[in-house]
């Protein structure tokens, strides 16, 4: 349920709601709708896949409608008065349900233990083994969504997203080189902290005063794919991506975490 490539470079790719896997027994228990999977981060992988040499990856194989491994385990919002999904998604992102069969307090119960668990288990192992190397470690957390949610958002979402829950889960210059890099992209439009501040990934494990760095890119995917069934990869829009991305993660792995003189000017 979880897929785990270990590299030896400071830099770590979480990567939480690719995976497709359903279960039988939780597919039987979702509607049309919900085994349409429309919230997938599609194709975030294959995006992703090769841009950094030894960087780690760390990606859960399970669907995020099985319960979303992005999420507090306590089931606590991450925003507050907006309107989000839950640890265990009971609608879709334009607030249709997804289940003919609502899963239960044991359900949720049970899936903590069986998915969510072993997923942050295994990317907390590899943050740990990396960190020891180094004594510190970037971890990138990888998110797609459609450009446009008016259940989610208002009018069209930008191409980059970045999130550092408003500069507390990594050093500025961390965040800095990120908006630079994106900043500097011709024909794309960048905002940090906007709609997607980081979601519990980057909340939890970034920390850091003790060399921990965490960032979430949440992706417009119309940059990349088409964003409507089946949808398909793009690979002249996603080889334009991989121009941007690959640099920037690369001198994110190269970063000196102490580094106070990158400004976004």
Do not use: K
């Given at each position: 349920m979880?897929?785990?490539?270990s590299?030896?470079?400071?830099?770590?790719?979480a990567?939480?709601?690719?995976?497709?896997?359903?279960?039988?027994?939780?597919s039987?228990?979702?509607?049309?709708?919900?085994?349409?999977l429309s919230?997938?981060?599609?194709?975030i992988?294959?995006l992703?896949a090769?841009?950094?040499?030894?960087?780690s990856?760390?990606?859960?194989?399970?669907h995020?409608?099985?319960?979303?491994?992005n999420?507090?385990?306590?089931?606590?919002?991450?925003?507050?008065?907006?309107?989000?999904?839950?640890?265990?998604p009971?609608?879709?992102?334009?607030?249709?349900p997804l289940?003919?069969?609502?899963?239960?307090?044991a359900?949720?119960?049970?899936?903590?233990?069986?998915?969510h668990a072993p997923?942050?288990?295994?990317l907390?192992?590899?943050?740990a083994?990396i960190?020891?190397?180094?004594?510190?470690?970037?971890?990138?957390?990888?998110?797609?969504?459609?450009?446009e949610?008016?259940?989610?958002?208002?009018?069209?979402?930008?191409?980059?997203?970045?999130?550092?829950?408003?500069?507390?889960?990594?050093?500025p210059?961390?965040?800095a080189?990120a908006e630079?890099h994106?900043?500097?992209?011709?024909?794309y439009?960048t905002?940090?902290?906007?709609r997607?501040?980081?979601?519990?990934?980057?909340?939890?494990?970034g920390r850091p005063?003790?060399?921990f760095?965490?960032?979430?890119?949440?992706?417009a995917?119309?940059?990349?794919m088409?964003?409507?069934?089946?949808?398909?990869?793009?690979?002249?829009?996603?080889?334009?991506?991989?121009?941007?991305l690959?640099?920037?993660?690369?001198?994110?792995?190269?970063?000196?975490p102490?580094?106070?003189?990158?400004?976004?000017d």
């Amino acid at each position: 349920m979880v897929s785990v490539q270990s590299g030896d470079s400071p830099l770590v790719l979480a990567i939480p709601h690719a995976g497709t896997d359903l279960p039988p027994e939780i597919s039987a228990q979702l509607n049309e709708t919900g085994r349409g999977l429309s919230d997938t981060d599609w194709h975030i992988d294959r995006l992703y896949a090769d841009l950094v040499p030894g960087a780690s990856v760390v990606s859960a194989r399970f669907h995020r409608y099985v319960i979303d491994a992005n999420r507090d385990p306590s089931g606590a919002s991450l925003y507050p008065g907006q309107n989000t999904t839950t640890l265990v998604p009971l609608t879709d992102f334009d607030g249709t349900p997804l289940w003919t069969t609502p899963p239960t307090e044991a359900d949720t119960a049970q899936r903590l233990a069986q998915f969510h668990a072993p997923y942050h288990a295994a990317l907390s192992a590899e943050i740990a083994r990396i960190h020891a190397l180094y004594g510190f470690v970037f971890i990138y957390d990888c998110h797609s969504i459609r450009s446009e949610i008016p259940f989610l958002f208002d009018g069209r979402l930008p191409d980059f997203n970045i999130g550092t829950n408003n500069g507390t889960t990594c050093a500025p210059a961390l965040a800095a080189l990120a908006e630079r890099h994106c900043t500097a992209a011709s024909g794309y439009t960048t905002i940090t902290n906007g709609r997607f501040r980081g979601g519990w990934t980057t909340r939890h494990y970034g920390r850091p005063e003790a060399g921990f760095h965490a960032i979430q890119m949440e992706l417009a995917q119309a940059t990349y794919m088409h964003e409507a069934p089946p949808w398909a990869y793009d690979p002249d829009r996603a080889t334009r991506l991989r121009a941007v991305l690959g640099p920037m993660l690369r001198d994110i792995a190269a970063l000196d975490p102490t580094d106070t003189t990158l400004t976004t000017d």
